[in-house]
């Protein structure tokens, strides 16, 4: 009988024993992504449609690091821009906390917000909001002068954004003389060339082909890379999602499934 209880004893340390590795691994993997960038805790977002109050986020917690791509992935309604507006400082949460880089967002006013927007956070969104009368140049010029960025600076980070999206040779070319695809990547220049740790990018390959959307999101990786840059994006498309570092589902207003 001792035996017995022995054995099992010895059965049990070795149980736990293998688990404590595959803990200390993920402590490894988390502590390795350094601080959040952004934190978003508890967060509900509720608006007033006449005489009912609509619940559109219902307590949402998501971190997102320094260097990584991630997508949320949900129907239309399911909140995905909301959460989008107000991980940007667009629009301030009913209840919970948003930080960015320790800013709380949740707390700040609208100027404040506007304020590291200016200088950190980049937006794309599905209808490119290019300047129809400026060339791609243009248009990333116009990123810089409203980032107060010193005009020395100007013509050689416009043409390594230009570059890095692969647009070195249209530079000169007005929107409606470049490809659906072609215009988002100038977009994606526009949005990254006041160098913001974080682009949020709003369904950016909802207009575009297969093709267009891979080159898009194969851009984006480069981004990643070369420019230490965040990017959280939202889709409906699951043919590029394997190239997320990860990927959050939304329905009605929650994440599930993670």
């Keep these: 009988m001792l035996s017995w209880l022995s054995r099992g004893s010895a059965a049990e340390k070795e149980s736990v024993q293998a688990e404590e590795p595959a803990q200390d691994t993920e402590t490894a993997g988390l502590a390795a992504l ?90 794309i969104f599905q209808a490119y909001a290019l300047m129809p009368l400026l060339s791609a140049y243009e248009n990333v010029e116009l990123s810089l002068r409203m980032a107060n960025t010193p005009r020395a600076e100007w013509k050689p980070r416009i043409t390594a954004c230009l570059d890095l999206v692969g647009l070195s040779k249209r530079m000169h070319h007005r929107p409606f003389e470049l490809s659906g695809g072609e215009q988002q990547r100038v977009a994606i220049a526009k949005a990254i060339a006041h160098k913001p740790s974080l682009l949020l990018a709003d369904e950016p390959t909802a207009e575009l082909d297969s093709q267009m959307a891979a080159q898009v999101m194969q851009v984006f990786k480069e981004v990643v890379a070369a420019e230490n840059m965040t990017i959280c994006m939202t889709t409906h498309d699951p043919t590029i999602m394997e190239v997320a570092d990860h990927v959050y589902e939304m329905v009605d207003g929650v994440f599930v499934g993670q």
Excluded at 46 to 72: A, C, H, T
Excluded at 73 to 84: A, E
Excluded at 86 to 92: F, P, Q, R
């Design 34 to 123: 350094g601080e959040p960038l952004l934190t978003v805790g508890n967060v509900e977002r509720s608006f007033d449609v006449g005489s009912q109050q609509i619940r559109v986020l219902k307590g949402i917690n998501l971190k997102l690091y320094p260097k990584q791509l991630i997508m949320l992935r949900g129907r239309s309604g399911s909140g995905k821009t909301t959460l989008m507006n107000l991980m940007g400082g667009l629009d301030t949460p009913t209840k919970g906390e948003i930080f960015f880089k320790d800013k709380p967002f949740h707390k700040w006013d609208d100027d404040k917000r506007t304020e590291v927007r200016r200088k950190d956070i980049g937006f």
